[in-house]
């Protein structure tokens, strides 16, 4: 396994190292009790820079790129949750640590799920903060099943052989109108990567976090709205819920003074 250290400013204190082929953009920060961070989709460790600061004013974090975000290679076909699980358990277990605390945002909440429903893992996980996570799958109205429905239809037609030839660009057109801005933004292995994650249901394995949870939301998030928040609350035994007024699906950043500090207090 190869380390390579960076010296620079804050957020450039970079160090990378390898984990089945592909190379880690990580940061390791400060010292004491452990707190990993895993980011949401589309994101990088660079956008969570307060958060980091602040924690490692008095622990250890550790904060990686996942696979096919911000500078560590996208993996080399598209994956699943279970995929980026296995490569952060090698991650975590490269380390050697065996207890550590977890703040996960969006995406990176999937990740946690899936994790914490493993059985015979090397670690414990002691304390877990999720922030506008994801996990939950949004039910669909009748006009999106028949928005759908009719977008599936379309794409099929015009992939035929003929009209693909008249009208080469007309699927892609189609994909890009209907598609979020992750999916348009994406190379076509992180989008088939987006597909197989966002369909996956996780609210059967909330119930199996048994360590202490605390929820952060912003209560005008719409892509993990405050109802996602309120069942993980049900379902999560032992934990709470700071609701951040005004904030969206990026709370720590629009309401940082507030995020900074239910942290702080969560883990002192």
Known sequence: MRVIAVNCSYMERIVVKKIDEITVNYIDEGA??????LHGWGANITLYAGIIQVLSEKHRVIAL?????????????????????????KFIESFEITKFSIVVHSFGGRVFFKMNARQN?????????????????????????????CYKIGRAVMSTKVLHFLYPDAVDDMRRKRGSA????????????????VNEDLEPLMHLVKCPTLLIWGDMDTATPLSDAKRMEELIQDTGLVVCEGA???????????????????FA
């Not at 004491?32 to 961070?37: A, E, Q, S």
């Not at 790129?65 to 358990?89: A, H, L, Q, R």
């Not at 670690?123 to 429905?149: C, N």
């Open 182 to 197: 992750d999916y348009n933004n994406a190379t076509p292995t992180m989008r088939a990567t987006l597909v197989k994650v």
């Open 32 to 37: 004491g009790d452990v707190i990993l961070l």
């Open 65 to 89: 790129d996942m696979p096919g975000f911000g500078k560590t290679p996208e993996p080399s076909e598209p994956w699943c949750v279970d995929d980026y699980v296995n490569f952060v358990i």
């Open 248 to 266: 969206g699906h990026f709370s720590f950043a629009q309401q940082a003074p507030k995020v900074h500090g239910a942290l702080t207090a969560f």
């Open 121 to 149: 893992l090397s670690f414990t996980i002691e304390k877990a903060v999720l922030i506008d996570s994801a996990g939950i799958l949004p039910k669909k109205s009748f006009k999106q099943k028949v928005s759908l429905k």
